[in-house]
């Protein structure tokens, strides 16, 4: 079986790249694009099923075993045994990755010391297959993850002749190669750190120039446009550590005002951002601070003050309305406070700059308002690391401690926040985890002050100097903390405990550790606090991110936080949960612990993402972003919510904003008109099929409202290299009329009807012409129509299409129907399988890990024998010799479809992963017994070849209790 899959694979690899063949067993050319094409992702996978390993690479670091380090845990878990040969090669390879490799116990490390090894060679033997990468990735966070590299990836029999030369190579390197033994490491640490304070001073000695970034000469570009439009504010949202201070004064100097006044909400920040002007204006900047003990403004040019000096009236009087050319306001989004207020009523200035890195405000201040709608520029969280302009992270999610055998929670009393237990487990993981270079120097966001003292103390009693600091401390005593954990005293503060401060507007660059102790009840704040710890600095090389998730209710938040998902789509964030590093950009790190992961899908599972108080506070946030009422395009365009949910809660998006919108305009749809759109909405335009959305839209859009079946079958050709079936048409025109489901409003109704088929064209109806002339019908029907085919494009791959439907993507009952072209909606009577009436495919749908409660006659054994096999029951009362039975044991013969749809649980609805196709194994079936509560039942147990390996995240995620 194997030898032919590997021969097909060669086929499309070497001689034919149309040859239809498994892409498991194909050669590919493995790279990094930055986002979610990934070296690592490669790792990932064969790391999973592996029996075995060796690699052989010629640099190791801190970072890249960081990215390494949930697949290293469960490898020592499964006690997997592997051998990883590095190389001393100029003196790149960490001692500390050498350390911490040291811990594994199936793990034999050695390091070629004598020759210039250079080879990055990493093979996994599997159970019938060895499988290799060959080419240029390092065991670093960039090689695997960010750099452009090339490699080569391919599977073989153990026998090969390049697996057997591989491994006799592996042979003679392993055995000649160094062990890493305690004095080898001090011997090497001693040249490591030599070489390495070699290259600072190298480095230190080098001109710098400061120059604008990638991200500030867009928003530079960007500001001039404005200008030269005569706008006169405008908003810059940039991540925290992207340089937004750096920015405004490069756009300063390009104005030439000849004066400007910044604004800060903090007094210690005033200083940072003068300094920051300096740098970019150079020698001659006239610049001075206005602030509570500076007050002296004659004859200088740019003004640096605090917004509480600033709004006293008889300060404020002090300036002239028109005094200054140009206004910064930093950390705007505070702008809605009435000192802020005061201050921008005040003043004139030719230009106003507003800047933030959370626009998004809980109390509902259209801060956008403020600057005219002009968002001069937008660079988020991953856009950021996209660009490189932070330092990356590695985030470590694990679980808190338990408390009598429960995870701490929201209400768990305070002293077992501050026991000694907890205590250990947080020094543990800092430990654990570590930091780029060794020494510590974190940031610990705790749930109270007394919490933040008793864990400050005592740490500070197991050796590791800490503080706590909270809103109760000085600004003088936050400052001597910062320049203490800043610095290289052997006797310096190693970690903070903070509450309430250092959320935003504090810089302490060298900060190489973030711990959250408290439950995560804002996103907002969640990357506010991160981002404490994303500045990049000189020899800073990541952050670490340790996050200890208890039971608590708003788990969900931290995805949202860590992807920058805002869609609030549930299968969105288990998918991404699941798929962890692959979908962050640049080398950045995503990994949770099983027990970290599984609270945090329940937190997704049972969170009302569609409450009406959340639906409406997103509307008005983007209503305040644009000025105007957006439409479900507007949200996909800013990247948040999926405004699907609107339609899910009032069946269209026009229902919604009639229900809260004052603005008699838009309420002008008759109570038909209102009906016809909620049909589209919620049956055609889910975005499940593409097809009847893209038929309406070429009808809706076009001059004669007309289209050839032709020309659409090209239309469907091109775009998506598919080849629409004489069933698959009448299905689509089928559904549109209406025939597929048919609302109850309009079951004793004529008006069904929407378009007209006849000598190959296809046209709209006279009645639905009639709708359309009506604007606001049209322009609902086009934005709807226009958000299925958005979002089924971003889904979309071919790759990934087989039969319909998407890999991995999920689907409810109905949609399965509709898309196997059943002529009526048959869901309601369609349970573990059905055969279609024409016996062209039956679909089975498995829930696999089934509630205690439901009827002993349907607790099927159904299971994945591995994640290419799968084990499956018959309905209960069923024999071999049964019709249905028979249909899917002679569906190859009959050419009979066999999908494959599993959802984990009841938790996550009615919707169900597409796996696969199923093919069923010979002779596999076997009448047997099933135990109910009235006796014994018959039934029929089958195995089944899956048409591709499960994804690994999927297959981990559905098997996983």
Not at 519 to 544: A, M, W
Not at 701 to 719: A, H, K, Y
Not at 863 to 889: A, P
Request: charged content about 25%; overall charge neutral; proline content about 2%.
């Amino acid at each position: 079986m194997i030898f032919n899959e590997l021969e097909q694979g060669l086929k499309t690899s070497f001689f034919d790249k149309n040859y239809k063949s498994n892409d498991f067993y194909q050669t590919k050319l493995v790279t990094n694009n930055g986002f979610e094409e990934k070296v690592i992702k490669t790792f990932e996978s064969e790391l999973a099923t592996c029996t075995s390993f060796w690699f052989t690479t010629a640099f190791l670091s801190m970072s890249g075993l960081s990215t390494l380090y949930s697949l290293l845990e469960d490898l020592e878990r499964r006690k997997i045994p592997g051998q990883i040969l590095v190389s001393q090669y100029l003196n790149f390879t960490q001692p500390e990755a050498l350390k911490r490799l040291r811990t594994y116990t199936k793990l034999d490390v050695r390091i070629e010391t004598s020759s210039d090894l250079h080879s990055k060679i990493y093979l996994f033997e599997h159970q019938n297959h060895t499988s290799v990468l060959i080419g240029s990735s390092n065991l670093t966070a960039n090689a695997l993850s960010k750099n452009e590299e090339m490699n080569i990836f391919m599977r073989a029999l153990p026998k090969s002749k390049v697996i057997s030369e591989l491994k006799i190579k592996k042979r003679i390197l392993f055995d000649t190669a160094q062990k890493i033994t305690d004095e080898y490491l001090e011997k090497y640490s001693e040249i490591y750190n030599a070489q390495k304070r070699l290259n600072l001073i190298v480095k230190n000695n080098k001109y710098i120039d400061i120059q604008p970034n990638s991200m500030q000469e867009d928003a530079l570009k960007r500001l001039k446009e404005l200008r030269l439009k005569e706008v006169e504010k405008a908003l810059l949202i940039s991540a925290t550590g992207t340089g937004k201070t750096y920015l405004s004064a490069f756009d300063v100097k390009n104005t030439q005002a000849k004066s400007m006044l910044f604004i800060v909400h903090r007094e210690n920040i005033l200083v940072d951002a003068q300094k920051t002007f300096q740098n970019v204006f150079g020698p001659g900047f006239n610049s001075t601070i206005f602030s509570g003990t500076q007050k002296n403004i004659s004859g200088y040019q740019y003004i640096f003050a605090t917004m509480q000096t600033l709004s006293k009236n008889h300060n404020l009087e002090a300036f002239q309305p028109d005094a200054f050319d140009y206004i910064v306001i930093d950390e705007s989004h505070r702008s809605g406070s009435k000192s802020y207020l005061k201050i921008l009523e005040y003043f004139k200035p030719k230009f106003l700059l507003g800047m933030t890195a959370t626009p998004e405000r809980t109390d509902g201040f259209d801060i956008f308002k403020s600057f005219d709608y002009n968002i001069a520029y937008e660079i988020r969280l991953h856009k950021a690391l996209e660009c490189d302009l932070i330092s990356p992270f590695h985030y470590f999610g694990i679980s808190d401690l338990e408390v009598n055998g429960k995870l701490i929670n929201d209400k768990t009393e305070f002293k077992y926040l501050i026991s000694h237990e907890r205590v250990n487990k947080i020094k543990e993981a800092s430990d654990k985890y570590g930091t780029d270079n060794g020494e510590l120097r974190a940031l610990v966001f705790c749930s109270t002050v007394e919490e933040c003292h008793e864990l400050a103390a005592q740490m500070t009693l197991q050796g590791i100097n800490s503080i706590a600091l909270s809103g109760q401390h000085t600004i003088e005593q936050r400052e001597q903390a910062i320049n203490s954990i800043s610095s290289d005293d052997s006797k310096r503060i190693k970690m903070i405990y903070t509450v309430d401060i250092f959320n935003e507007g504090i810089d302490i660059p060298k900060i190489n550790q973030i711990i959250f102790l408290r439950p995560t009840t804002s996103s907002i704040i969640y990357i506010q606090q991160l981002g404490r710890g994303l500045r990049k600095t000189e020899n800073k090389e990541y952050l670490t991110v340790i996050d200890f998730i208890g039971n608590y209710e708003n788990n969900f938040l931290i995805p949202i936080a860590l992807f920058g998902d805002h869609s609030y789509n549930k299968d969105n964030l288990r998918k991404l949960v699941k798929s962890g590093s692959s979908v962050l950009p640049g080398s950045s790190t995503i990994h949770f612990d099983e027990i970290a992961k599984e609270k945090i899908f329940a937190s997704i599972s049972h969170s009302n993402f569609e409450a009406k108080k959340e639906l409406i506070q997103d509307y008005k946030y983007l209503f305040n972003r644009l000025g105007h009422i957006p439409m479900m395009m507007d949200f996909i365009t800013a990247d948040l919510r999926d405004p699907y949910s609107y339609v899910l809660y009032s069946k269209s998006y026009y229902s919604f904003l009639k229900s809260i919108e004052k603005d008699a305009s838009i309420l002008t749809l008759t109570e038909i008109e209102e009906e016809v759109l909620k049909f589209f909405s919620l049956e055609i335009n889910n975005a499940k099929r593409v097809f009847e959305s893209l038929l309406i839209h070429e009808l809706i859009t076009s001059e004669n409202q007309s289209i050839t079946t032709s020309n659409f079958e090209n239309l469907i050709q091109n775009l998506y290299s598919i080849k629409l079936s004489k069933q698959d048409l009448e299905s689509i025109i089928a559904n549109l009329n209406m025939k597929f489901i048919t609302p109850k409003f309009f079951k004793d109704s004529n008006i069904i009807n929407s378009i007209l088929i006849e000598n190959g064209l296809i046209s709209l109806t006279t009645y639905f012409c009639q709708l359309l002339k009506k604007d606001i019908f049209y322009q609902f029907l086009l934005d709807s129509t226009l958000y299925s085919i958005d979002r089924y494009n971003k889904d979309f791959s071919l790759d990934s299409y087989n039969s319909g439907f998407l890999y991995y993507a999920k689907y409810g009952r109905k949609d399965v129907c509709r898309i196997l072209n059943w002529e009526t909606n048959e869901a309601s009577v369609m349970y573990g399988s059905k055969i279609s009436k024409d016996s062209t495919n039956c679909p089975i749908f498995v829930t696999y890990h089934k509630n205690d409660e439901i009827s002993d006659s349907t607790k099927y054994e159904d299971h994945f024998i591995d994640n290419e096999h799968f084990h499956w029951m018959s309905k209960s009362r069923t024999k071999i010799s049964s019709k249905g039975v028979k249909s899917i044991i002679d569906a190859k013969k009959t050419n009979t479809l066999l999908p494959l749809f599993i959802k984990k649980d009841d938790d996550e609805g009615t919707n169900f992963y597409f796996i696969g196709l199923l093919t069923y194994i010979e002779n596999s079936a076997e009448q047997t017994l099933m135990q109910t509560e009235n006796g014994s039942v018959s039934t029929v147990k089958m195995k089944f070849k899956i048409d591709r390996p499960v994804d690994i995240n999927l297959y981990k995620y559905l098997t996983s209790k």
